[in-house]
C-alpha cells in the first residue's frame, strides 16, 4: 500500500494544525489529525453549489465561505455564466496557496477564473460588512452548524449568524449551507432570521455512494 506523504503543515487563527497530506492521486486535509476533507469524497460539496445555486433565479454575486479543496468553486464557475463575480472567503492563508500550488489541478484551476475574487477573512466578516449585497451565500465551515465547538461561531451559526445571513442576502437571493449532520435548532434559527430553509441529503460520493451529507438551503422570501 501507498504510504502518505505530508506535503505542507499550517495553523488556523484558533491554533489547530492543519496538515495537507497525499496518497497517490488522493489528497486529504487533516485538522488536529481528523480528516477535514478528501479529494475522494466533494460530491455533496458540489451540491452546496447546485442546490444554492438553483434556488436562485439568474445569480450574478456569489459568495463562497470555504475554500476546501476548491471543488464546490468549481462547480459555481461551472454554473454561472461569464458575467457572474464570485467572491471566496477562506479564512486560512495556507489553504488558498495549496489552492494555488499543489491543489490547482484537481478542480480544474478554479482560481485562476478571472471572475473569482479571495479574501483571506472571516466570512463573518464578509456578512457584516456587506448588506444586501449577494445573490447566493455558500457555507461550508467548520463542518457545518452542528460542529460549532467555540463560542466565536455564534456569529456565523447561531441566531446573530442567521440574522446576518438575511441582511446580506438580496431579495430572492438564498444561502446554503453544508452540514456533516442534521441540526433541528439550525433550522429553526434560519427561520426566526426570517429566512425560508428545507433540508437535502447528497450522498459525498456521489451516485448512491458513500455518507449522507447535509445541504440546508434558505431562501430570503
Known sequence: ???????DR?????GVELVLARRGDEWVVRAAGRVLMSSRAHASEEALASLGLAAVAGAREVLVGGLGLGFTLRAVL????ATARVTVAELVPAVVAWNRGPLAALAG????DPRVRVEEVDVGDVLARD???????????DNGPSAVAHAANDRLYGLAGARALHAALRSGGAVAVWSAARDAAFLRRLTDAGLVPEEHSPRARGAGRGARHVVVVARRP
Open 1 to 7: 500500500m501507498i504510504a502518505w506523504e505530508t506535503i
Open 10 to 14: 499550517a495553523r488556523a487563527p484558533d
Open 78 to 81: 461551472d454554473l454561472l455564466p
Open 109 to 112: 484551476r478554479p482560481l485562476e
Open 131 to 141: 448588506r444586501e449585497a449577494w445573490d447566493a451565500v455558500l457555507l461550508d465551515v
